[in-house]
Nanobody, 122 residues
Framework: QVQLVESGGGLVQAGGSLRLSCAAS????????VDWFRQAPGKEREFVAV????????NYVDSVKGRFTISRDNAKNTVSLQMNSLKPEDTAVYYC???????????????WGKGTLVTVSS
């Protein structure tokens, strides 16, 4: 069992930055790939970024490439999402999720956090 807790959300102006963290507890966290998803009001949950268990592979949705960076520290059981040059359309609840395989779809995730709200004002 893996428990995930997100933090770092908040209100920021367009062009600003936020750093989200996902703290994991439970066994074998380092064996899981970790994704960030987001869900805006009235929209489906959307893949944002993924990092492999070792940290050597990452992938991003096109809309955040060059602005967001995912990283992990397995010694601290944390995964971070650095978000720069934020836009109003980045406003959403952001969720971290852990998966046994390197995947980017919600149905493939084994564990989910409860989310943290990011609001970007124009």
């Amino acid at each position: 069992q893996v428990q995930l807790v997100e933090s770092g959300g908040g209100l920021v102006q367009a062009g600003g930055s936020l750093r989200l963290s996902c703290a994991a507890s439970g066994r074998s966290f380092r064996n899981y790939a970790v994704d960030w998803f987001r869900q805006a009001p009235g929209k489906e949950r959307e893949f944002v970024a993924v990092i492999s268990w070792s940290g050597d592979r990452t992938n991003y949705v096109d809309s955040v490439k060059g602005r967001f960076t995912i990283s992990r520290d397995n010694a601290k059981n944390t995964v971070s999402l650095q978000m720069n040059s934020l836009k109003p359309e980045d406003t959403a609840v952001y969720y971290c999720a852990a998966a046994s395989f390197y995947r980017t779809v919600p149905s493939a995730m084994d564990y989910w956090g409860k989310g943290t709200l990011v609001t970007v004002s124009s």
